[in-house]
Structures are given as C-alpha cells and as structure tokens.
C-alpha cells in the first residue's frame, strides 16, 4: 500500500499528501490560488470561533508554531503537501532554501557570479549579513559545489542546494 495519496481540489487538480493524513484533509473542500510569489498553494476556508479563516494545506497538516510557517522544499514536482517535503521555518530561514533569483545574473547557480577580470566562477556564501567568499573556480559547477557544502555547514540540511547537472528551476520572485 501506497504511503501517500492524491486528493482533488477545485478544478481537478491533483494533490499529493500523505496517507496518514487523509481522514483530516477529506473533511474540507481544497483549492489551488497563486501565492505571494506567483505559484500555487493549496487553500481552504475554516470556521472558528472568531468567524472564517483561510488556511494552506501545509499549515493545516503541519500545525506550526506561533511565529512559523510551512513551506513546500520542492515546487518541481507539482502540488506535493507530504510530510517530508514540506518545512516549518521562519521567513529568514525559508530565504536559505530558495534557488537564486537569476533575471540578470551571470550564472545559474546561488552562490555563484562570473568575475570578469580574472575570467573565473566566484563562490560566495551570506551568513549573518556578511558574505564569505569561498574562492574562485575555472568552471561553473565546481564553484555551485563549493557553495553547496558551504550552505550543508553553516545552513544544515535545510540548506538549498545546487542541482548541479539537473535542470534548474529558477525562483519567480
């Protein structure tokens, strides 16, 4: 038997969840808006005590803390609301597992800008409002993996890694 499921929401569009969470999630009726930063976010209204409230599905699965919010690690993958892809952090730490915003960026990569007078990739890493350069690379990968055992260090396993060798999806901020 399958660990996780797919609910419908509104429209017909198909959200993974977990299986343990099924029972809760059927008690009320889901549907897919765009977000803040323009993606899609499954929501539902609740009725409290204080009147109707909207909350996402990961907010209501996850049950964060005061201060905390829920977020999806991977929006390549479709609607995907199981347990292990979704992250409860503050903002401050959701900006570390953001892909870079790439519009005019000389490369790909978070972390990772072509120095034009050396002609070399630079690998750089901002930890507590001070960048920490971690050194120039003839190609461009080797300087996105530098960043990425940089962030596992100072960010943990939450960090935002480079898919080096993968396709990319850029951040649409």
């Not at 399958?2 to 009320?28: C, F, N, P, Y």
């Not at 120095?115 to 690998?123: D, I």
């Not at 003839?138 to 060798?165: D, P």
Request: net charge positive; with cysteine.
């Amino acid at each position: 038997m399958a660990k996780w499921t797919w609910i419908k929401a509104s429209g017909g569009e198909k959200v993974k969840i977990d299986h343990a969470d099924l029972k809760r999630v059927e008690q009320h009726s889901w549907r897919v808006t765009k977000g803040t930063t323009g993606r899609p976010r499954v929501v539902t209204s609740i009725r409290g005590p204080n009147g109707v409230r909207q909350t996402t599905l990961g907010k209501f699965i996850m049950k964060p803390p005061k201060g905390k919010q829920v977020y999806p690690r991977r929006f390549n993958e479709g609607l995907d609301y199981r347990r292990n892809n979704l992250i409860v952090c503050t903002l401050q730490e959701r900006q570390q597992l953001l892909p870079k915003n790439r519009m005019g960026a000389s490369s790909t990569y978070r972390g990772v800008s072509w120095v034009r007078s050396s002609k070399q990739w630079r690998a750089a890493i901002e930890v507590d409002g001070r960048s920490i350069n971690l050194g120039h690379f003839k190609n461009e990968s080797h300087a996105a993996l530098a960043y990425n055992r940089a962030a596992r260090k100072y960010f943990g396993k939450i960090a935002y890694q480079n898919q080096v060798g993968k396709r990319s999806y850029a951040r649409r901020d």
